[in-house]
């Protein structure tokens, strides 16, 4: 029996992922699956930097626009539709191919999701009180304490995920990060190649500068405001630039430091994901070059993919 083939393509914010990809699915008769958790919403076109319309009229993509920016979504539902999209692409002989830099959707995908824990409203409006009162900070202190492995897995910052890994191991005793060893991935019945971008880190940071210009150039500005104005999902609100362009539409700093900050902040998002995809062995990896072509990067990953070096 044939295995189902599955690409990923991964790699850090702003290396050009989308360019390549959609080079790639022309040659190996693929479609695109996003992989990215801030792609899921619809409206958030520029600050995303979703594939452009004229990409997805080449190659057609998958779980782009599927929510409104005031609804959660999570990795279950994430692993669910985007499984559901393999096997569509399956029937009709098409190959699936997941492009993007969340680490911990691509995850799912390839190593399944833990046993869920039972959750516990009561449990987790506390460490958000305490968290609102104390500081994200002290609860990742705790978190530490408690779950040195998860807390190495998780930003400081993220809130969210401190508290739901608090709340796992509140509610049973043990830490999230032995439960998610009891994953259950993608079988034997499946063929996958992973191949992650990546460059020197001085090009790299470069390109993620001059992506935050094109989206200022793109409407960004514009695009927020029409977000702030209804009601933004926590997740949803999670997407860089979100916080840095609220600050500046309310006054507290100039365009400019919105700016910085926005690049700041995507790099530093950037050193986040090479951190986490650098600890897959199974990641072939691409080193491109400056100036070097969307096309001319598909070409060396489909010789890859061939088994031609």
């Not at 008769?29 to 801030?38: F, G, L, P, R």
């Not at 076109?45 to 993509?61: E, F, N, P």
């Not at 782009?64 to 399956?90: G, T």
Request: with cysteine; aromatic share 6%; charged share 30%.
């Amino acid at each position: 029996m044939l295995k189902k083939k599955i690409i990923f393509l991964v790699g850090p914010t702003g290396i050009g992922k989308s360019a390549a990809a959609v080079n790639l699915a022309k040659k190996l008769n693929a479609e695109i699956i996003s992989c990215d958790s801030m792609q899921v919403y619809r409206g958030m076109d520029v600050i995303t930097s979703k594939a452009s319309l004229a990409q997805r009229r080449q190659v057609k993509h998958h779980l782009l626009d599927i929510v409104k920016p005031s609804e959660e979504y999570n990795v279950a539902r994430y692993r669910d539709e985007a499984l559901a999209a393999c096997e569509k692409l399956f029937k009709k002989g098409s190959l699936p191919l997941f492009v993007g830099g969340t680490g911990l959707y691509y995850s799912v995908i390839i190593d399944g999701l833990f046993p869920s824990a039972p959750e516990d409203k009561k449990i987790r409006a506390g460490l958000y009180r305490e968290a609102k009162a104390k500081g994200g900070a002290q609860l990742y202190k705790k978190l530490a304490k408690v779950d040195p492995i998860a807390a190495g897995r998780i930003h400081p910052n993220d809130t969210r995920r401190i508290i739901r890994a608090l709340e796992v191991f509140m509610l049973t005793g043990r830490p999230i990060s032995s439960l998610q060893k009891q994953r259950k991935g993608l079988g034997p019945e499946y063929e996958v190649k992973v191949f992650g971008l990546n460059t020197k880190r001085e090009l790299l940071y470069k390109k993620i500068d001059a992506r935050v210009e094109k989206m200022f150039r793109l409407g960004l500005i514009g695009e927020v405001k029409r977000l702030l104005k209804g009601k933004l999902s926590k997740t949803a609100s999670c997407a860089i630039g979100i916080k840095q362009l609220k600050e500046y539409l309310r006054g507290n700093c100039s365009l400019e430091e919105a700016r910085r900050l926005m690049q700041q902040e995507s790099r530093r998002y950037a050193k986040r994901q090479l951190t986490w995809f650098r600890k897959d062995e199974r990641i072939k990896w691409v080193n491109i070059k400056e100036r070097e072509k969307p096309a001319a990067i598909a070409n060396r990953i489909a010789l890859l993919i061939m088994g031609i070096k």
